[in-house]
């Protein structure tokens, strides 16, 4: 940021500025060195809870003229940046963007509850909002101050929020957590949750999510997929949990670069490809192509039992691969008027609609048997 020189004690914005709490917080010498005795609050950590309202050059007053500093925690652990609560239409970006390049910062200190900056509460995603909005992400997240990866219990580092965010952020910001501040991908949340599974679960290109940038954290050479995370899923798992909105080339890219665990079970002892079967719907974007795929890999255990006794094959006997019939049916019925051509070609999809998700069972029920021959001795 270029700035002009700070606001020194004769400036008419700092000598006519009124805190909020201007009681307690008035802008004097003594309450710039005060700490409250009671929540242990600094007046930057007061003055940042109306950040809206606080012009820049008080902040800027406040730290190269009087040395205040952006690092100091309350009694709750909060810094002067966990402080403040901008809403949609009145956050305050240049103050906010001043502030976290100054060279205290630490985005990567725990909070009253173990979480680091940006806080993933609806406050903290109005942030970065605002910021993606002001295009500032990539600015902020190219400064040095960054310290991205927190070392305790179950904490969570930037890239898991980010993540969490994946529709909204491009994948520039990635690429400056990953590569210029070494985020660390295998990093485990309070719930045991590496960044990816998070990404998993939350990515969507119907709300704008860039398979490109799940292509490049997916490429990270250190990534392990098979660290197992909240419900005991991996990456396959939270992958197959959300089939219908993922593209075939993320599973291929799981499977063959990765080396993603099929036979994996999860808390409920499901494997991946038991939460495909179940959650497996053409109505809602399902590719058949990549249940096909899924099936078809070698070292899949179709003997594999879930919490109900369920093997893959009695999941594919009531799954929803035997609606892809009614989902053309659907289609075709819906123009009147097509020619006979077109009703020849409705129904030579709907034949083939039928043989792929027949395919789908013969193939689970013949590998199926085959399996149960070879285990059982004669």
Known sequence: MNLPPPPQDDDPIISKFKPHDNDQWELTDDNIKRIDWWTGETILINYCKYINTTPLEVYRYLIETKGCKVGPQDKYKHTALESFYPTEDGGNIAALTYLLNQ???????????????????????????LLIGAFNLVYLFGQKMFNVNV?????????????MNINNIPIDVFKLLIEKHGCNV??????????LQNILSWFSPDEGGDINTLKY???????????????????????????????????????????ADVNVQDDDQNTPIHLALDNFNPHEGGDITVLTYLVNQKNVNFNIKDQNDHTLLHLACISDISDLDDADSDSTNS??????????????????????????????????VQQVLDETTF
């Not at 173990?114 to 970065?128: Q, Y």
């Not at 295998?186 to 045991?192: F, G, I, K, L, P």
Request: proline share 3%; charged share 25%.
């Open 103 to 129: 060279t205290d910062v630490n985005v990567g200190s725990k909070g009253e509850n173990g979480s680091t900056l940006p806080r993933t509460d609806p406050a903290w995603f109005n942030i970065t909002t």
């Open 151 to 163: 070392t305790g219990d179950n904490a969570t580092n930037l890239l898991h929020t980010a993540c």
């Open 186 to 195: 295998n990093a485990q949340d309070n719930n045991n949750d590496t960044p």
């Open 217 to 259: 954290l997916l490429s990270q050479e250190n990534v392990n997929v098979n660290v197992q995370g909240s419900y005991g899923c991996t990456l396959l798992h939270w992958a197959c949990d959300n089939i219908n909105s993922l593209p075939l080339e993320i599973f291929k890219v799981l499977i063959e670069t990765c080396g």
């Open 335 to 368: 123009d009147d008027d097509s020619t006979d051509s077109d009703d020849d070609l409705d129904d030579d999809k709907e034949a083939k609609s039928d043989t792929i998700s027949s395919q789908i069972v013969e193939t689970i029920a013949e590998r199926y």
